[in-house]
């Protein structure tokens, strides 16, 4: 298995564009989960679904964040419109447990830079 | 991939000596529990887990031990090698959360040759 897929790896946006993160889970997994890195506030949980299903987004900063997961290989995590202070290391994981107690399979992350 | 240049407590290690690295989580509802490694330009990577019914876990050169009276894990990696060098992560699930994983704040490993 090639893992958990993010795309892009890279991103640098202009302030106010819309920005679209992309993420592969590894297949079989039913669990996502969308995490944001920085300096000041370590990893934090954004968002998690099981079997696509958005169970808890209460770590989503504001309105401006949206995660959806149309179907069980693809989710996608947008901010917009986006703000300097959007910039962060942005993680997918999946795991695959029936819920509870398993590992989380972590992708190579996006490093977001809004200017 | 990629990571952060977090300020994080660093912890400062001889090749060769064994390391601990300590973690206080913060809910006792917490039934699960992981370490993970994160090097420089990579996500986190599972190193070692442990359930609350137990209270010492081995692997391969790194044992899990948590004491759930005084909400502590920490992590002993053995012989410590130069790849050993990362950030170190506990996380907790929380049981009332099903899948919800939460991070602590990580800790830096050095490694002095």
């Known amino acids: 298995d090639a893992g958990v897929i993010q795309s892009p790896r890279h991103e640098v946006t202009e302030m106010g564009q819309e920005v679209t993160l992309r993420c592969k889970p590894i297949?079989?997994?039913?669990?996502l989960f969308w995490y944001r890195q920085t300096m000041m506030r370590g990893l934090e949980l954004l968002i998690y679904?099981?079997?696509?299903?958005?169970?808890?987004d209460s770590g989503m900063p504001e309105d401006r964040f949206s995660a959806k997961m149309p179907n069980a290989s693809f989710s996608t995590l947008k901010i917009q419109p986006s703000e300097p202070r959007d910039s962060a290391v942005y993680f997918c994981?999946?795991?695959?447990?029936?819920?509870?107690?398993?590992?989380?399979?972590f992708g190579q992350g996006t490093r977001l830079t809004v200017v | 991939g990629e990571s952060v240049g977090l300020h994080l407590p660093t912890l400062s290690v001889q090749e060769g000596d064994n390391s601990i690295i300590n973690c206080a989580y913060s809910?006792?509802?917490?039934?699960?529990f992981i370490w993970y490694k994160q090097e420089s330009g990579k996500g986190p990577q599972f190193i070692i887990d442990?359930?609350?019914?137990?209270d010492k876990r081995q692997g391969q050169r790194v044992t899990v031990l948590l004491n759930k009276t005084v909400k502590h894990l920490s992590l002993q990696i053995a012989a410590t090698q130069p790849g050993d060098s990362a950030v170190y992560f506990c996380?907790?699930?929380?049981?009332?959360?099903?899948?919800?994983?939460?991070f602590g704040s990580g800790t830096r490993l050095s490694i002095r040759p």
């Open positions: 809910n006792s509802a917490s039934d699960y």
């Open positions: 994981a999946s795991s695959g447990g029936e819920g509870r107690g398993t590992e989380a399979f």
């Open positions: 297949s079989g997994h039913n669990s």
């Open positions: 442990i359930r609350s019914n137990m």
């Open positions: 996380a907790e699930n929380l049981w009332s959360s099903a899948s919800k994983i939460i």
């Open positions: 679904f099981n079997n696509n299903v958005p169970i808890d």
